[in-house]
C-alpha cells in the first residue's frame, strides 16, 4: 500500500497522473472517499493523462461516461445506487469492455464489477489537505507506481 498527502487539488491530480502512466486496458480503479474528497480531481488528472481532452466532469447524475482515447476511459460514480441488479449492471457493463475504468463508490457494485486493479482511498485531513492510499494486489503495479510518484514529487 502506498499513501501520500496532498496539499492541494493540484497535487491530488498529479497523483492520478502518476497511476494513469501505469495502467493498461483492462484495468478498473475503485475510488473511495467521502463526499468532496477529491475522488473526481484524482481521476481527472488520470483521465487527461490518459489523453481523454475536453472536461473530465463528476458523473453523479447520470452513472458513468466512456471517453475517446487509445483505450478509451470510462469513468462511473455509484454513489446513487444502493444495490445494483443484474439489469443496471448488464447497462453499464458495456463501459468496462477495451477501456480502463475508474469507479466512484465501487463498494455497491463489488458483486458484479471486475475485481479492481487497484483501491484509492482519500480522506481529509483539513480543507486543503488528503491523504491517499493506493492498495494493491500487484506488486508490479506497485513498484511502477512508487517510481512514477516518485518522479511526480522530483518534477514538482
Ligand atoms: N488536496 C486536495 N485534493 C483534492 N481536492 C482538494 C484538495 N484540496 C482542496 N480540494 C478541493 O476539494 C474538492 C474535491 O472535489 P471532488 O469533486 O473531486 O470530490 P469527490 O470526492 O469526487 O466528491 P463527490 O463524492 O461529491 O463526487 C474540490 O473542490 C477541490 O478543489
Ligand atoms: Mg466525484
Not at 117 to 139: F, K, S, W
Amino acid at each position: 500500500m502506498l499513501r501520500v498527502t496532498t496539499s492541494s487539488a493540484g497535487g491530488t491530480a498529479q497523483l492520478g497522473v502518476a497511476l494513469a502512466e501505469c495502467l493498461r486496458v483492462g484495468d478498473v480503479i475503485g475510488v473511495r472517499g467521502e463526499l468532496g474528497a477529491g475522488k473526481t480531481v484524482f481521476i481527472r488528472g488520470a483521465c487527461e493523462a490518459l489523453g481523454v481532452e475536453g472536461r473530465v466532469t463528476s458523473p453523479t447524475f447520470t452513472i458513468g461516461h466512456r471517453y475517446l482515447a487509445d483505450p478509451d476511459v470510462a469513468h462511473l460514480d455509484l454513489y446513487r445506487f444502493e444495490s445494483m441488479s443484474p439489469g443496471e449492471w448488464a447497462d453499464i457493463e458495456p463501459l468496462f469492455v477495451d477501456s480502463i475504468a475508474f469507479v466512484e463508490w465501487p463498494d455497491v457494485g463489488a458483486e458484479y464489477l471486475p475485481a479492481p486493479r487497484a483501491v484509492v482511498n482519500l480522506r481529509h485531513v483539513d480543507p486543503e489537505r488528503r491523504e491517499i492510499e493506493i492498495t494493491t494486489a500487484d506488486q508490479q503495479l506497485e513498484r511502477s507506481l512508487a517510481a512514477a510518484m516518485g518522479d511526480a514529487s522530483s518534477a514538482a
